[in-house]
Nanobody, 118 residues
Framework: QVHLEESGGGLVHSGGSLRLSCAASGTDYVVYEMGWHRQVPGKQREFVAS???????NYTSGLEGRFTISRDLGENRIHLQIDNVKPEDTAVYFC????????????WGQGTQVTVSS
């Protein structure tokens, strides 16, 4: 059974840094791409960043520079480094994985809360 587990969330002061991690397990699927979304109460989940097997990364406009996504070489484990955090970064951050064999689909983690205090 596919399992995505996030870690690294918590409370951080504005201007500080945070590193989120996510590991995919329970599958031998090819993991084509992994990424991060975030969601605040009452709003839609929004795309943050993603990274492919070949380590090509993609960011939502305006976040690149403070957000850095990386993937451990040869592993289905990714990280999201957030620098100079801002109160508006407060959200639940969800890890996603696009994986499969002939019919890949997106799988989601349970999410990890990030709270930025001003």
């Amino acid at each position: 059974q596919v399992h995505l587990e996030e870690s690294g969330g918590g409370l951080v002061h504005s201007g500080g840094s945070l590193r989120l991690s996510c590991a995919a397990s329970g599958t031998d699927y090819v993991v084509y791409e992994m990424g991060w979304h975030r969601q605040v109460p009452g709003k839609q989940r929004e795309f943050v960043a993603s990274i492919t097997r070949s380590h090509r990364s993609n960011y939502t406009s305006g976040l690149e520079g403070r957000f850095t996504i990386s993937r451990d070489l040869g592993e289905n484990r990714i990280h999201l480094q957030i620098d100079n955090v801002k109160p508006e970064d407060t959200a639940v951050y969800f890890c996603s994985g696009y994986m499969g064999w002939h019919d890949p689909k997106i799988y989601w983690g349970q999410g990890t809360q990030v709270t930025v205090s001003s």
